[in-house]
Every structure is written in C-alpha cells, then in structure tokens.
C-alpha cells in the first residue's frame, strides 16, 4: 500500500522561504511522477508543481512560476517543494501526490499559513 506523508508546514511571513517534504512509503518513486497540490480555504485545489518520473521535466502552475521548485531525491524516497518569496495567496493546505499505474495517491497535506 502506497502512503505518503507531508511535512515542513507552518506559518511564514511574506517574503519568507520554506521547504516542504514528501516521505513516500510502498513503491519507489525513481519510477514514478510525482506533484504538489495546493487547496486554499473555500477554492478548489490546483495543481502547483509536477516532475516526471526521472526529473527531466518540471512544470509549475500560476504564481509558482520562478518562486517554486519541486524535486526529488530517489535515495531518500523523498520529493521536495522549496518555496521562496511567499506571499498571502500561497496560503492552503499542499499535498504530494505521486502517479502509480495512472492513479494519483495523495496525501493528508500539510498548511501553510503566509501572514504578517
């Protein structure tokens, strides 16, 4: 069974930086995408960052563009999300997901609170 496990959350100020991580347990995730996911309070949840299955594409929605930068490190089993210059509107609760077999398997999330 495929589980994953957020962490690295917490409340920033604007302009801050922080790193959110992504501990994947039940398959091996050199071989698989993986993503991050964003759900703001009362929105919908959107898509932030994907990286396919080897690292050689990245792809970032919106306001992540050249804020945001997804990775993952296949030793560690570990997908990353460094965020930097945050601002109130990355405020939401960020889920991993990684593809297994065309399925995508989340996570519980972690929140992230952008606040002066």
């Known amino acids: 069974q495929v589980h994953l496990v957020e962490s690295g959350g917490g409340v920033v100020q604007p302009g801050d930086s922080l790193t959110l991580s992504c501990v994947v347990s039940?398959?091996?995730?050199?071989?698989?995408?993986m993503g991050w996911h964003r759900e703001a309070p009362g929105e919908d949840r959107v898509n932030v960052a994907t990286?396919?299955?080897?690292?050689?594409?990245?792809r970032y929605g919106g306001s992540a563009k050249g804020r945001f930068t997804i990775s993952k490190v296949n030793a560690k089993n570990t997908a990353y999300l460094q965020m930097e210059d945050l601002k109130p509107e990355d405020t939401g609760v960020y889920y991993c997901?990684?593809?297994?077999?065309?399925?995508?398997?989340w996570g519980l999330g972690t929140q992230v609170t952008v606040s002066s």
């Open positions: 997901t990684v593809d297994v077999d065309s399925r995508w398997v």
């Open positions: 039940g398959v091996t995730i050199s071989n698989h995408a």
């Open positions: 990286i396919n299955w080897d690292g050689s594409f990245k």
